[in-house]
């Protein structure tokens, strides 16, 4: 199962083709990556699976204690699965009232996350075992953008 939080699906883009359904599909086809994935003692990481016009695949592998920064997608969408082990997701925006929230998801093997533009987390293997995820991003990795939480006003981007 997937939560999709709003402001993830594009308007023109058909909802068999959301990122989240995607992730779920190719993770469940071992076959299109497992002879690729690696391991990095010193970050995590991350190799291409699929390149198209409407998206990218990307495998990625934590081990404990590996993570990103909190980080956006600079206005790109996409969704990760969790294919093995655990993750957890810090989520940072600005509420309604326009105070700071965080938001904390953990994962297993099995479940998803989407995102959309604006949408700011970090990703982080808090377990003493590796993980292994994979990301859409649509309709390519936009690169990122890092940023710190300030307790008063929310995520603040990194100059």
């Known amino acids: 199962m997937f939560a999709v939080p709003p402001n993830t699906l ?3 883009r ?3 083709l959301h990122p989240a359904r995607i992730a779920l599909q190719v993770a469940a086809d071992r076959s299109r990556w497992a002879h690729r994935l690696r391991y990095d003692p010193v970050d ?3 190799g291409l699976v699929e ?3 409407e998206h990218e695949i990307w495998l990625m592998s934590w081990l404990p204690g590996q ?3 909190l980080h956006d997608h ?3 969408h996409g969704a990760f699965t969790v294919v093995q082990g655990s993750l957890v997701e810090r989520v940072a925006r600005v509420g309604a009232d326009g105070r700071p929230v965080e938001l904390v998801h953990a994962l297993t093997a099995g479940q998803t996350r989407a995102f959309g533009p604006s949408y700011v987390h970090e990703v982080r293997n808090s377990s ?3 993980a292994v995820s994979i990301h859409v ?4 990795r936009q690169g990122m953008t890092e940023y710190r939480q300030d307790l008063l006003t929310g995520p603040v981007a990194k100059s």
């Open 44 to 46: 995590r990481w991350v």
């Open 10 to 12: 594009p308007g023109d």
């Open 51 to 53: 390149k198209t016009d």
């Open 14 to 16: 058909p909802v068999l």
């Open 67 to 69: 993570h990103t920064e």
């Open 137 to 140: 991003f649509g309709p390519r």
């Open 128 to 130: 003493p075992d590796p």
């Open 74 to 76: 600079n206005g790109g």
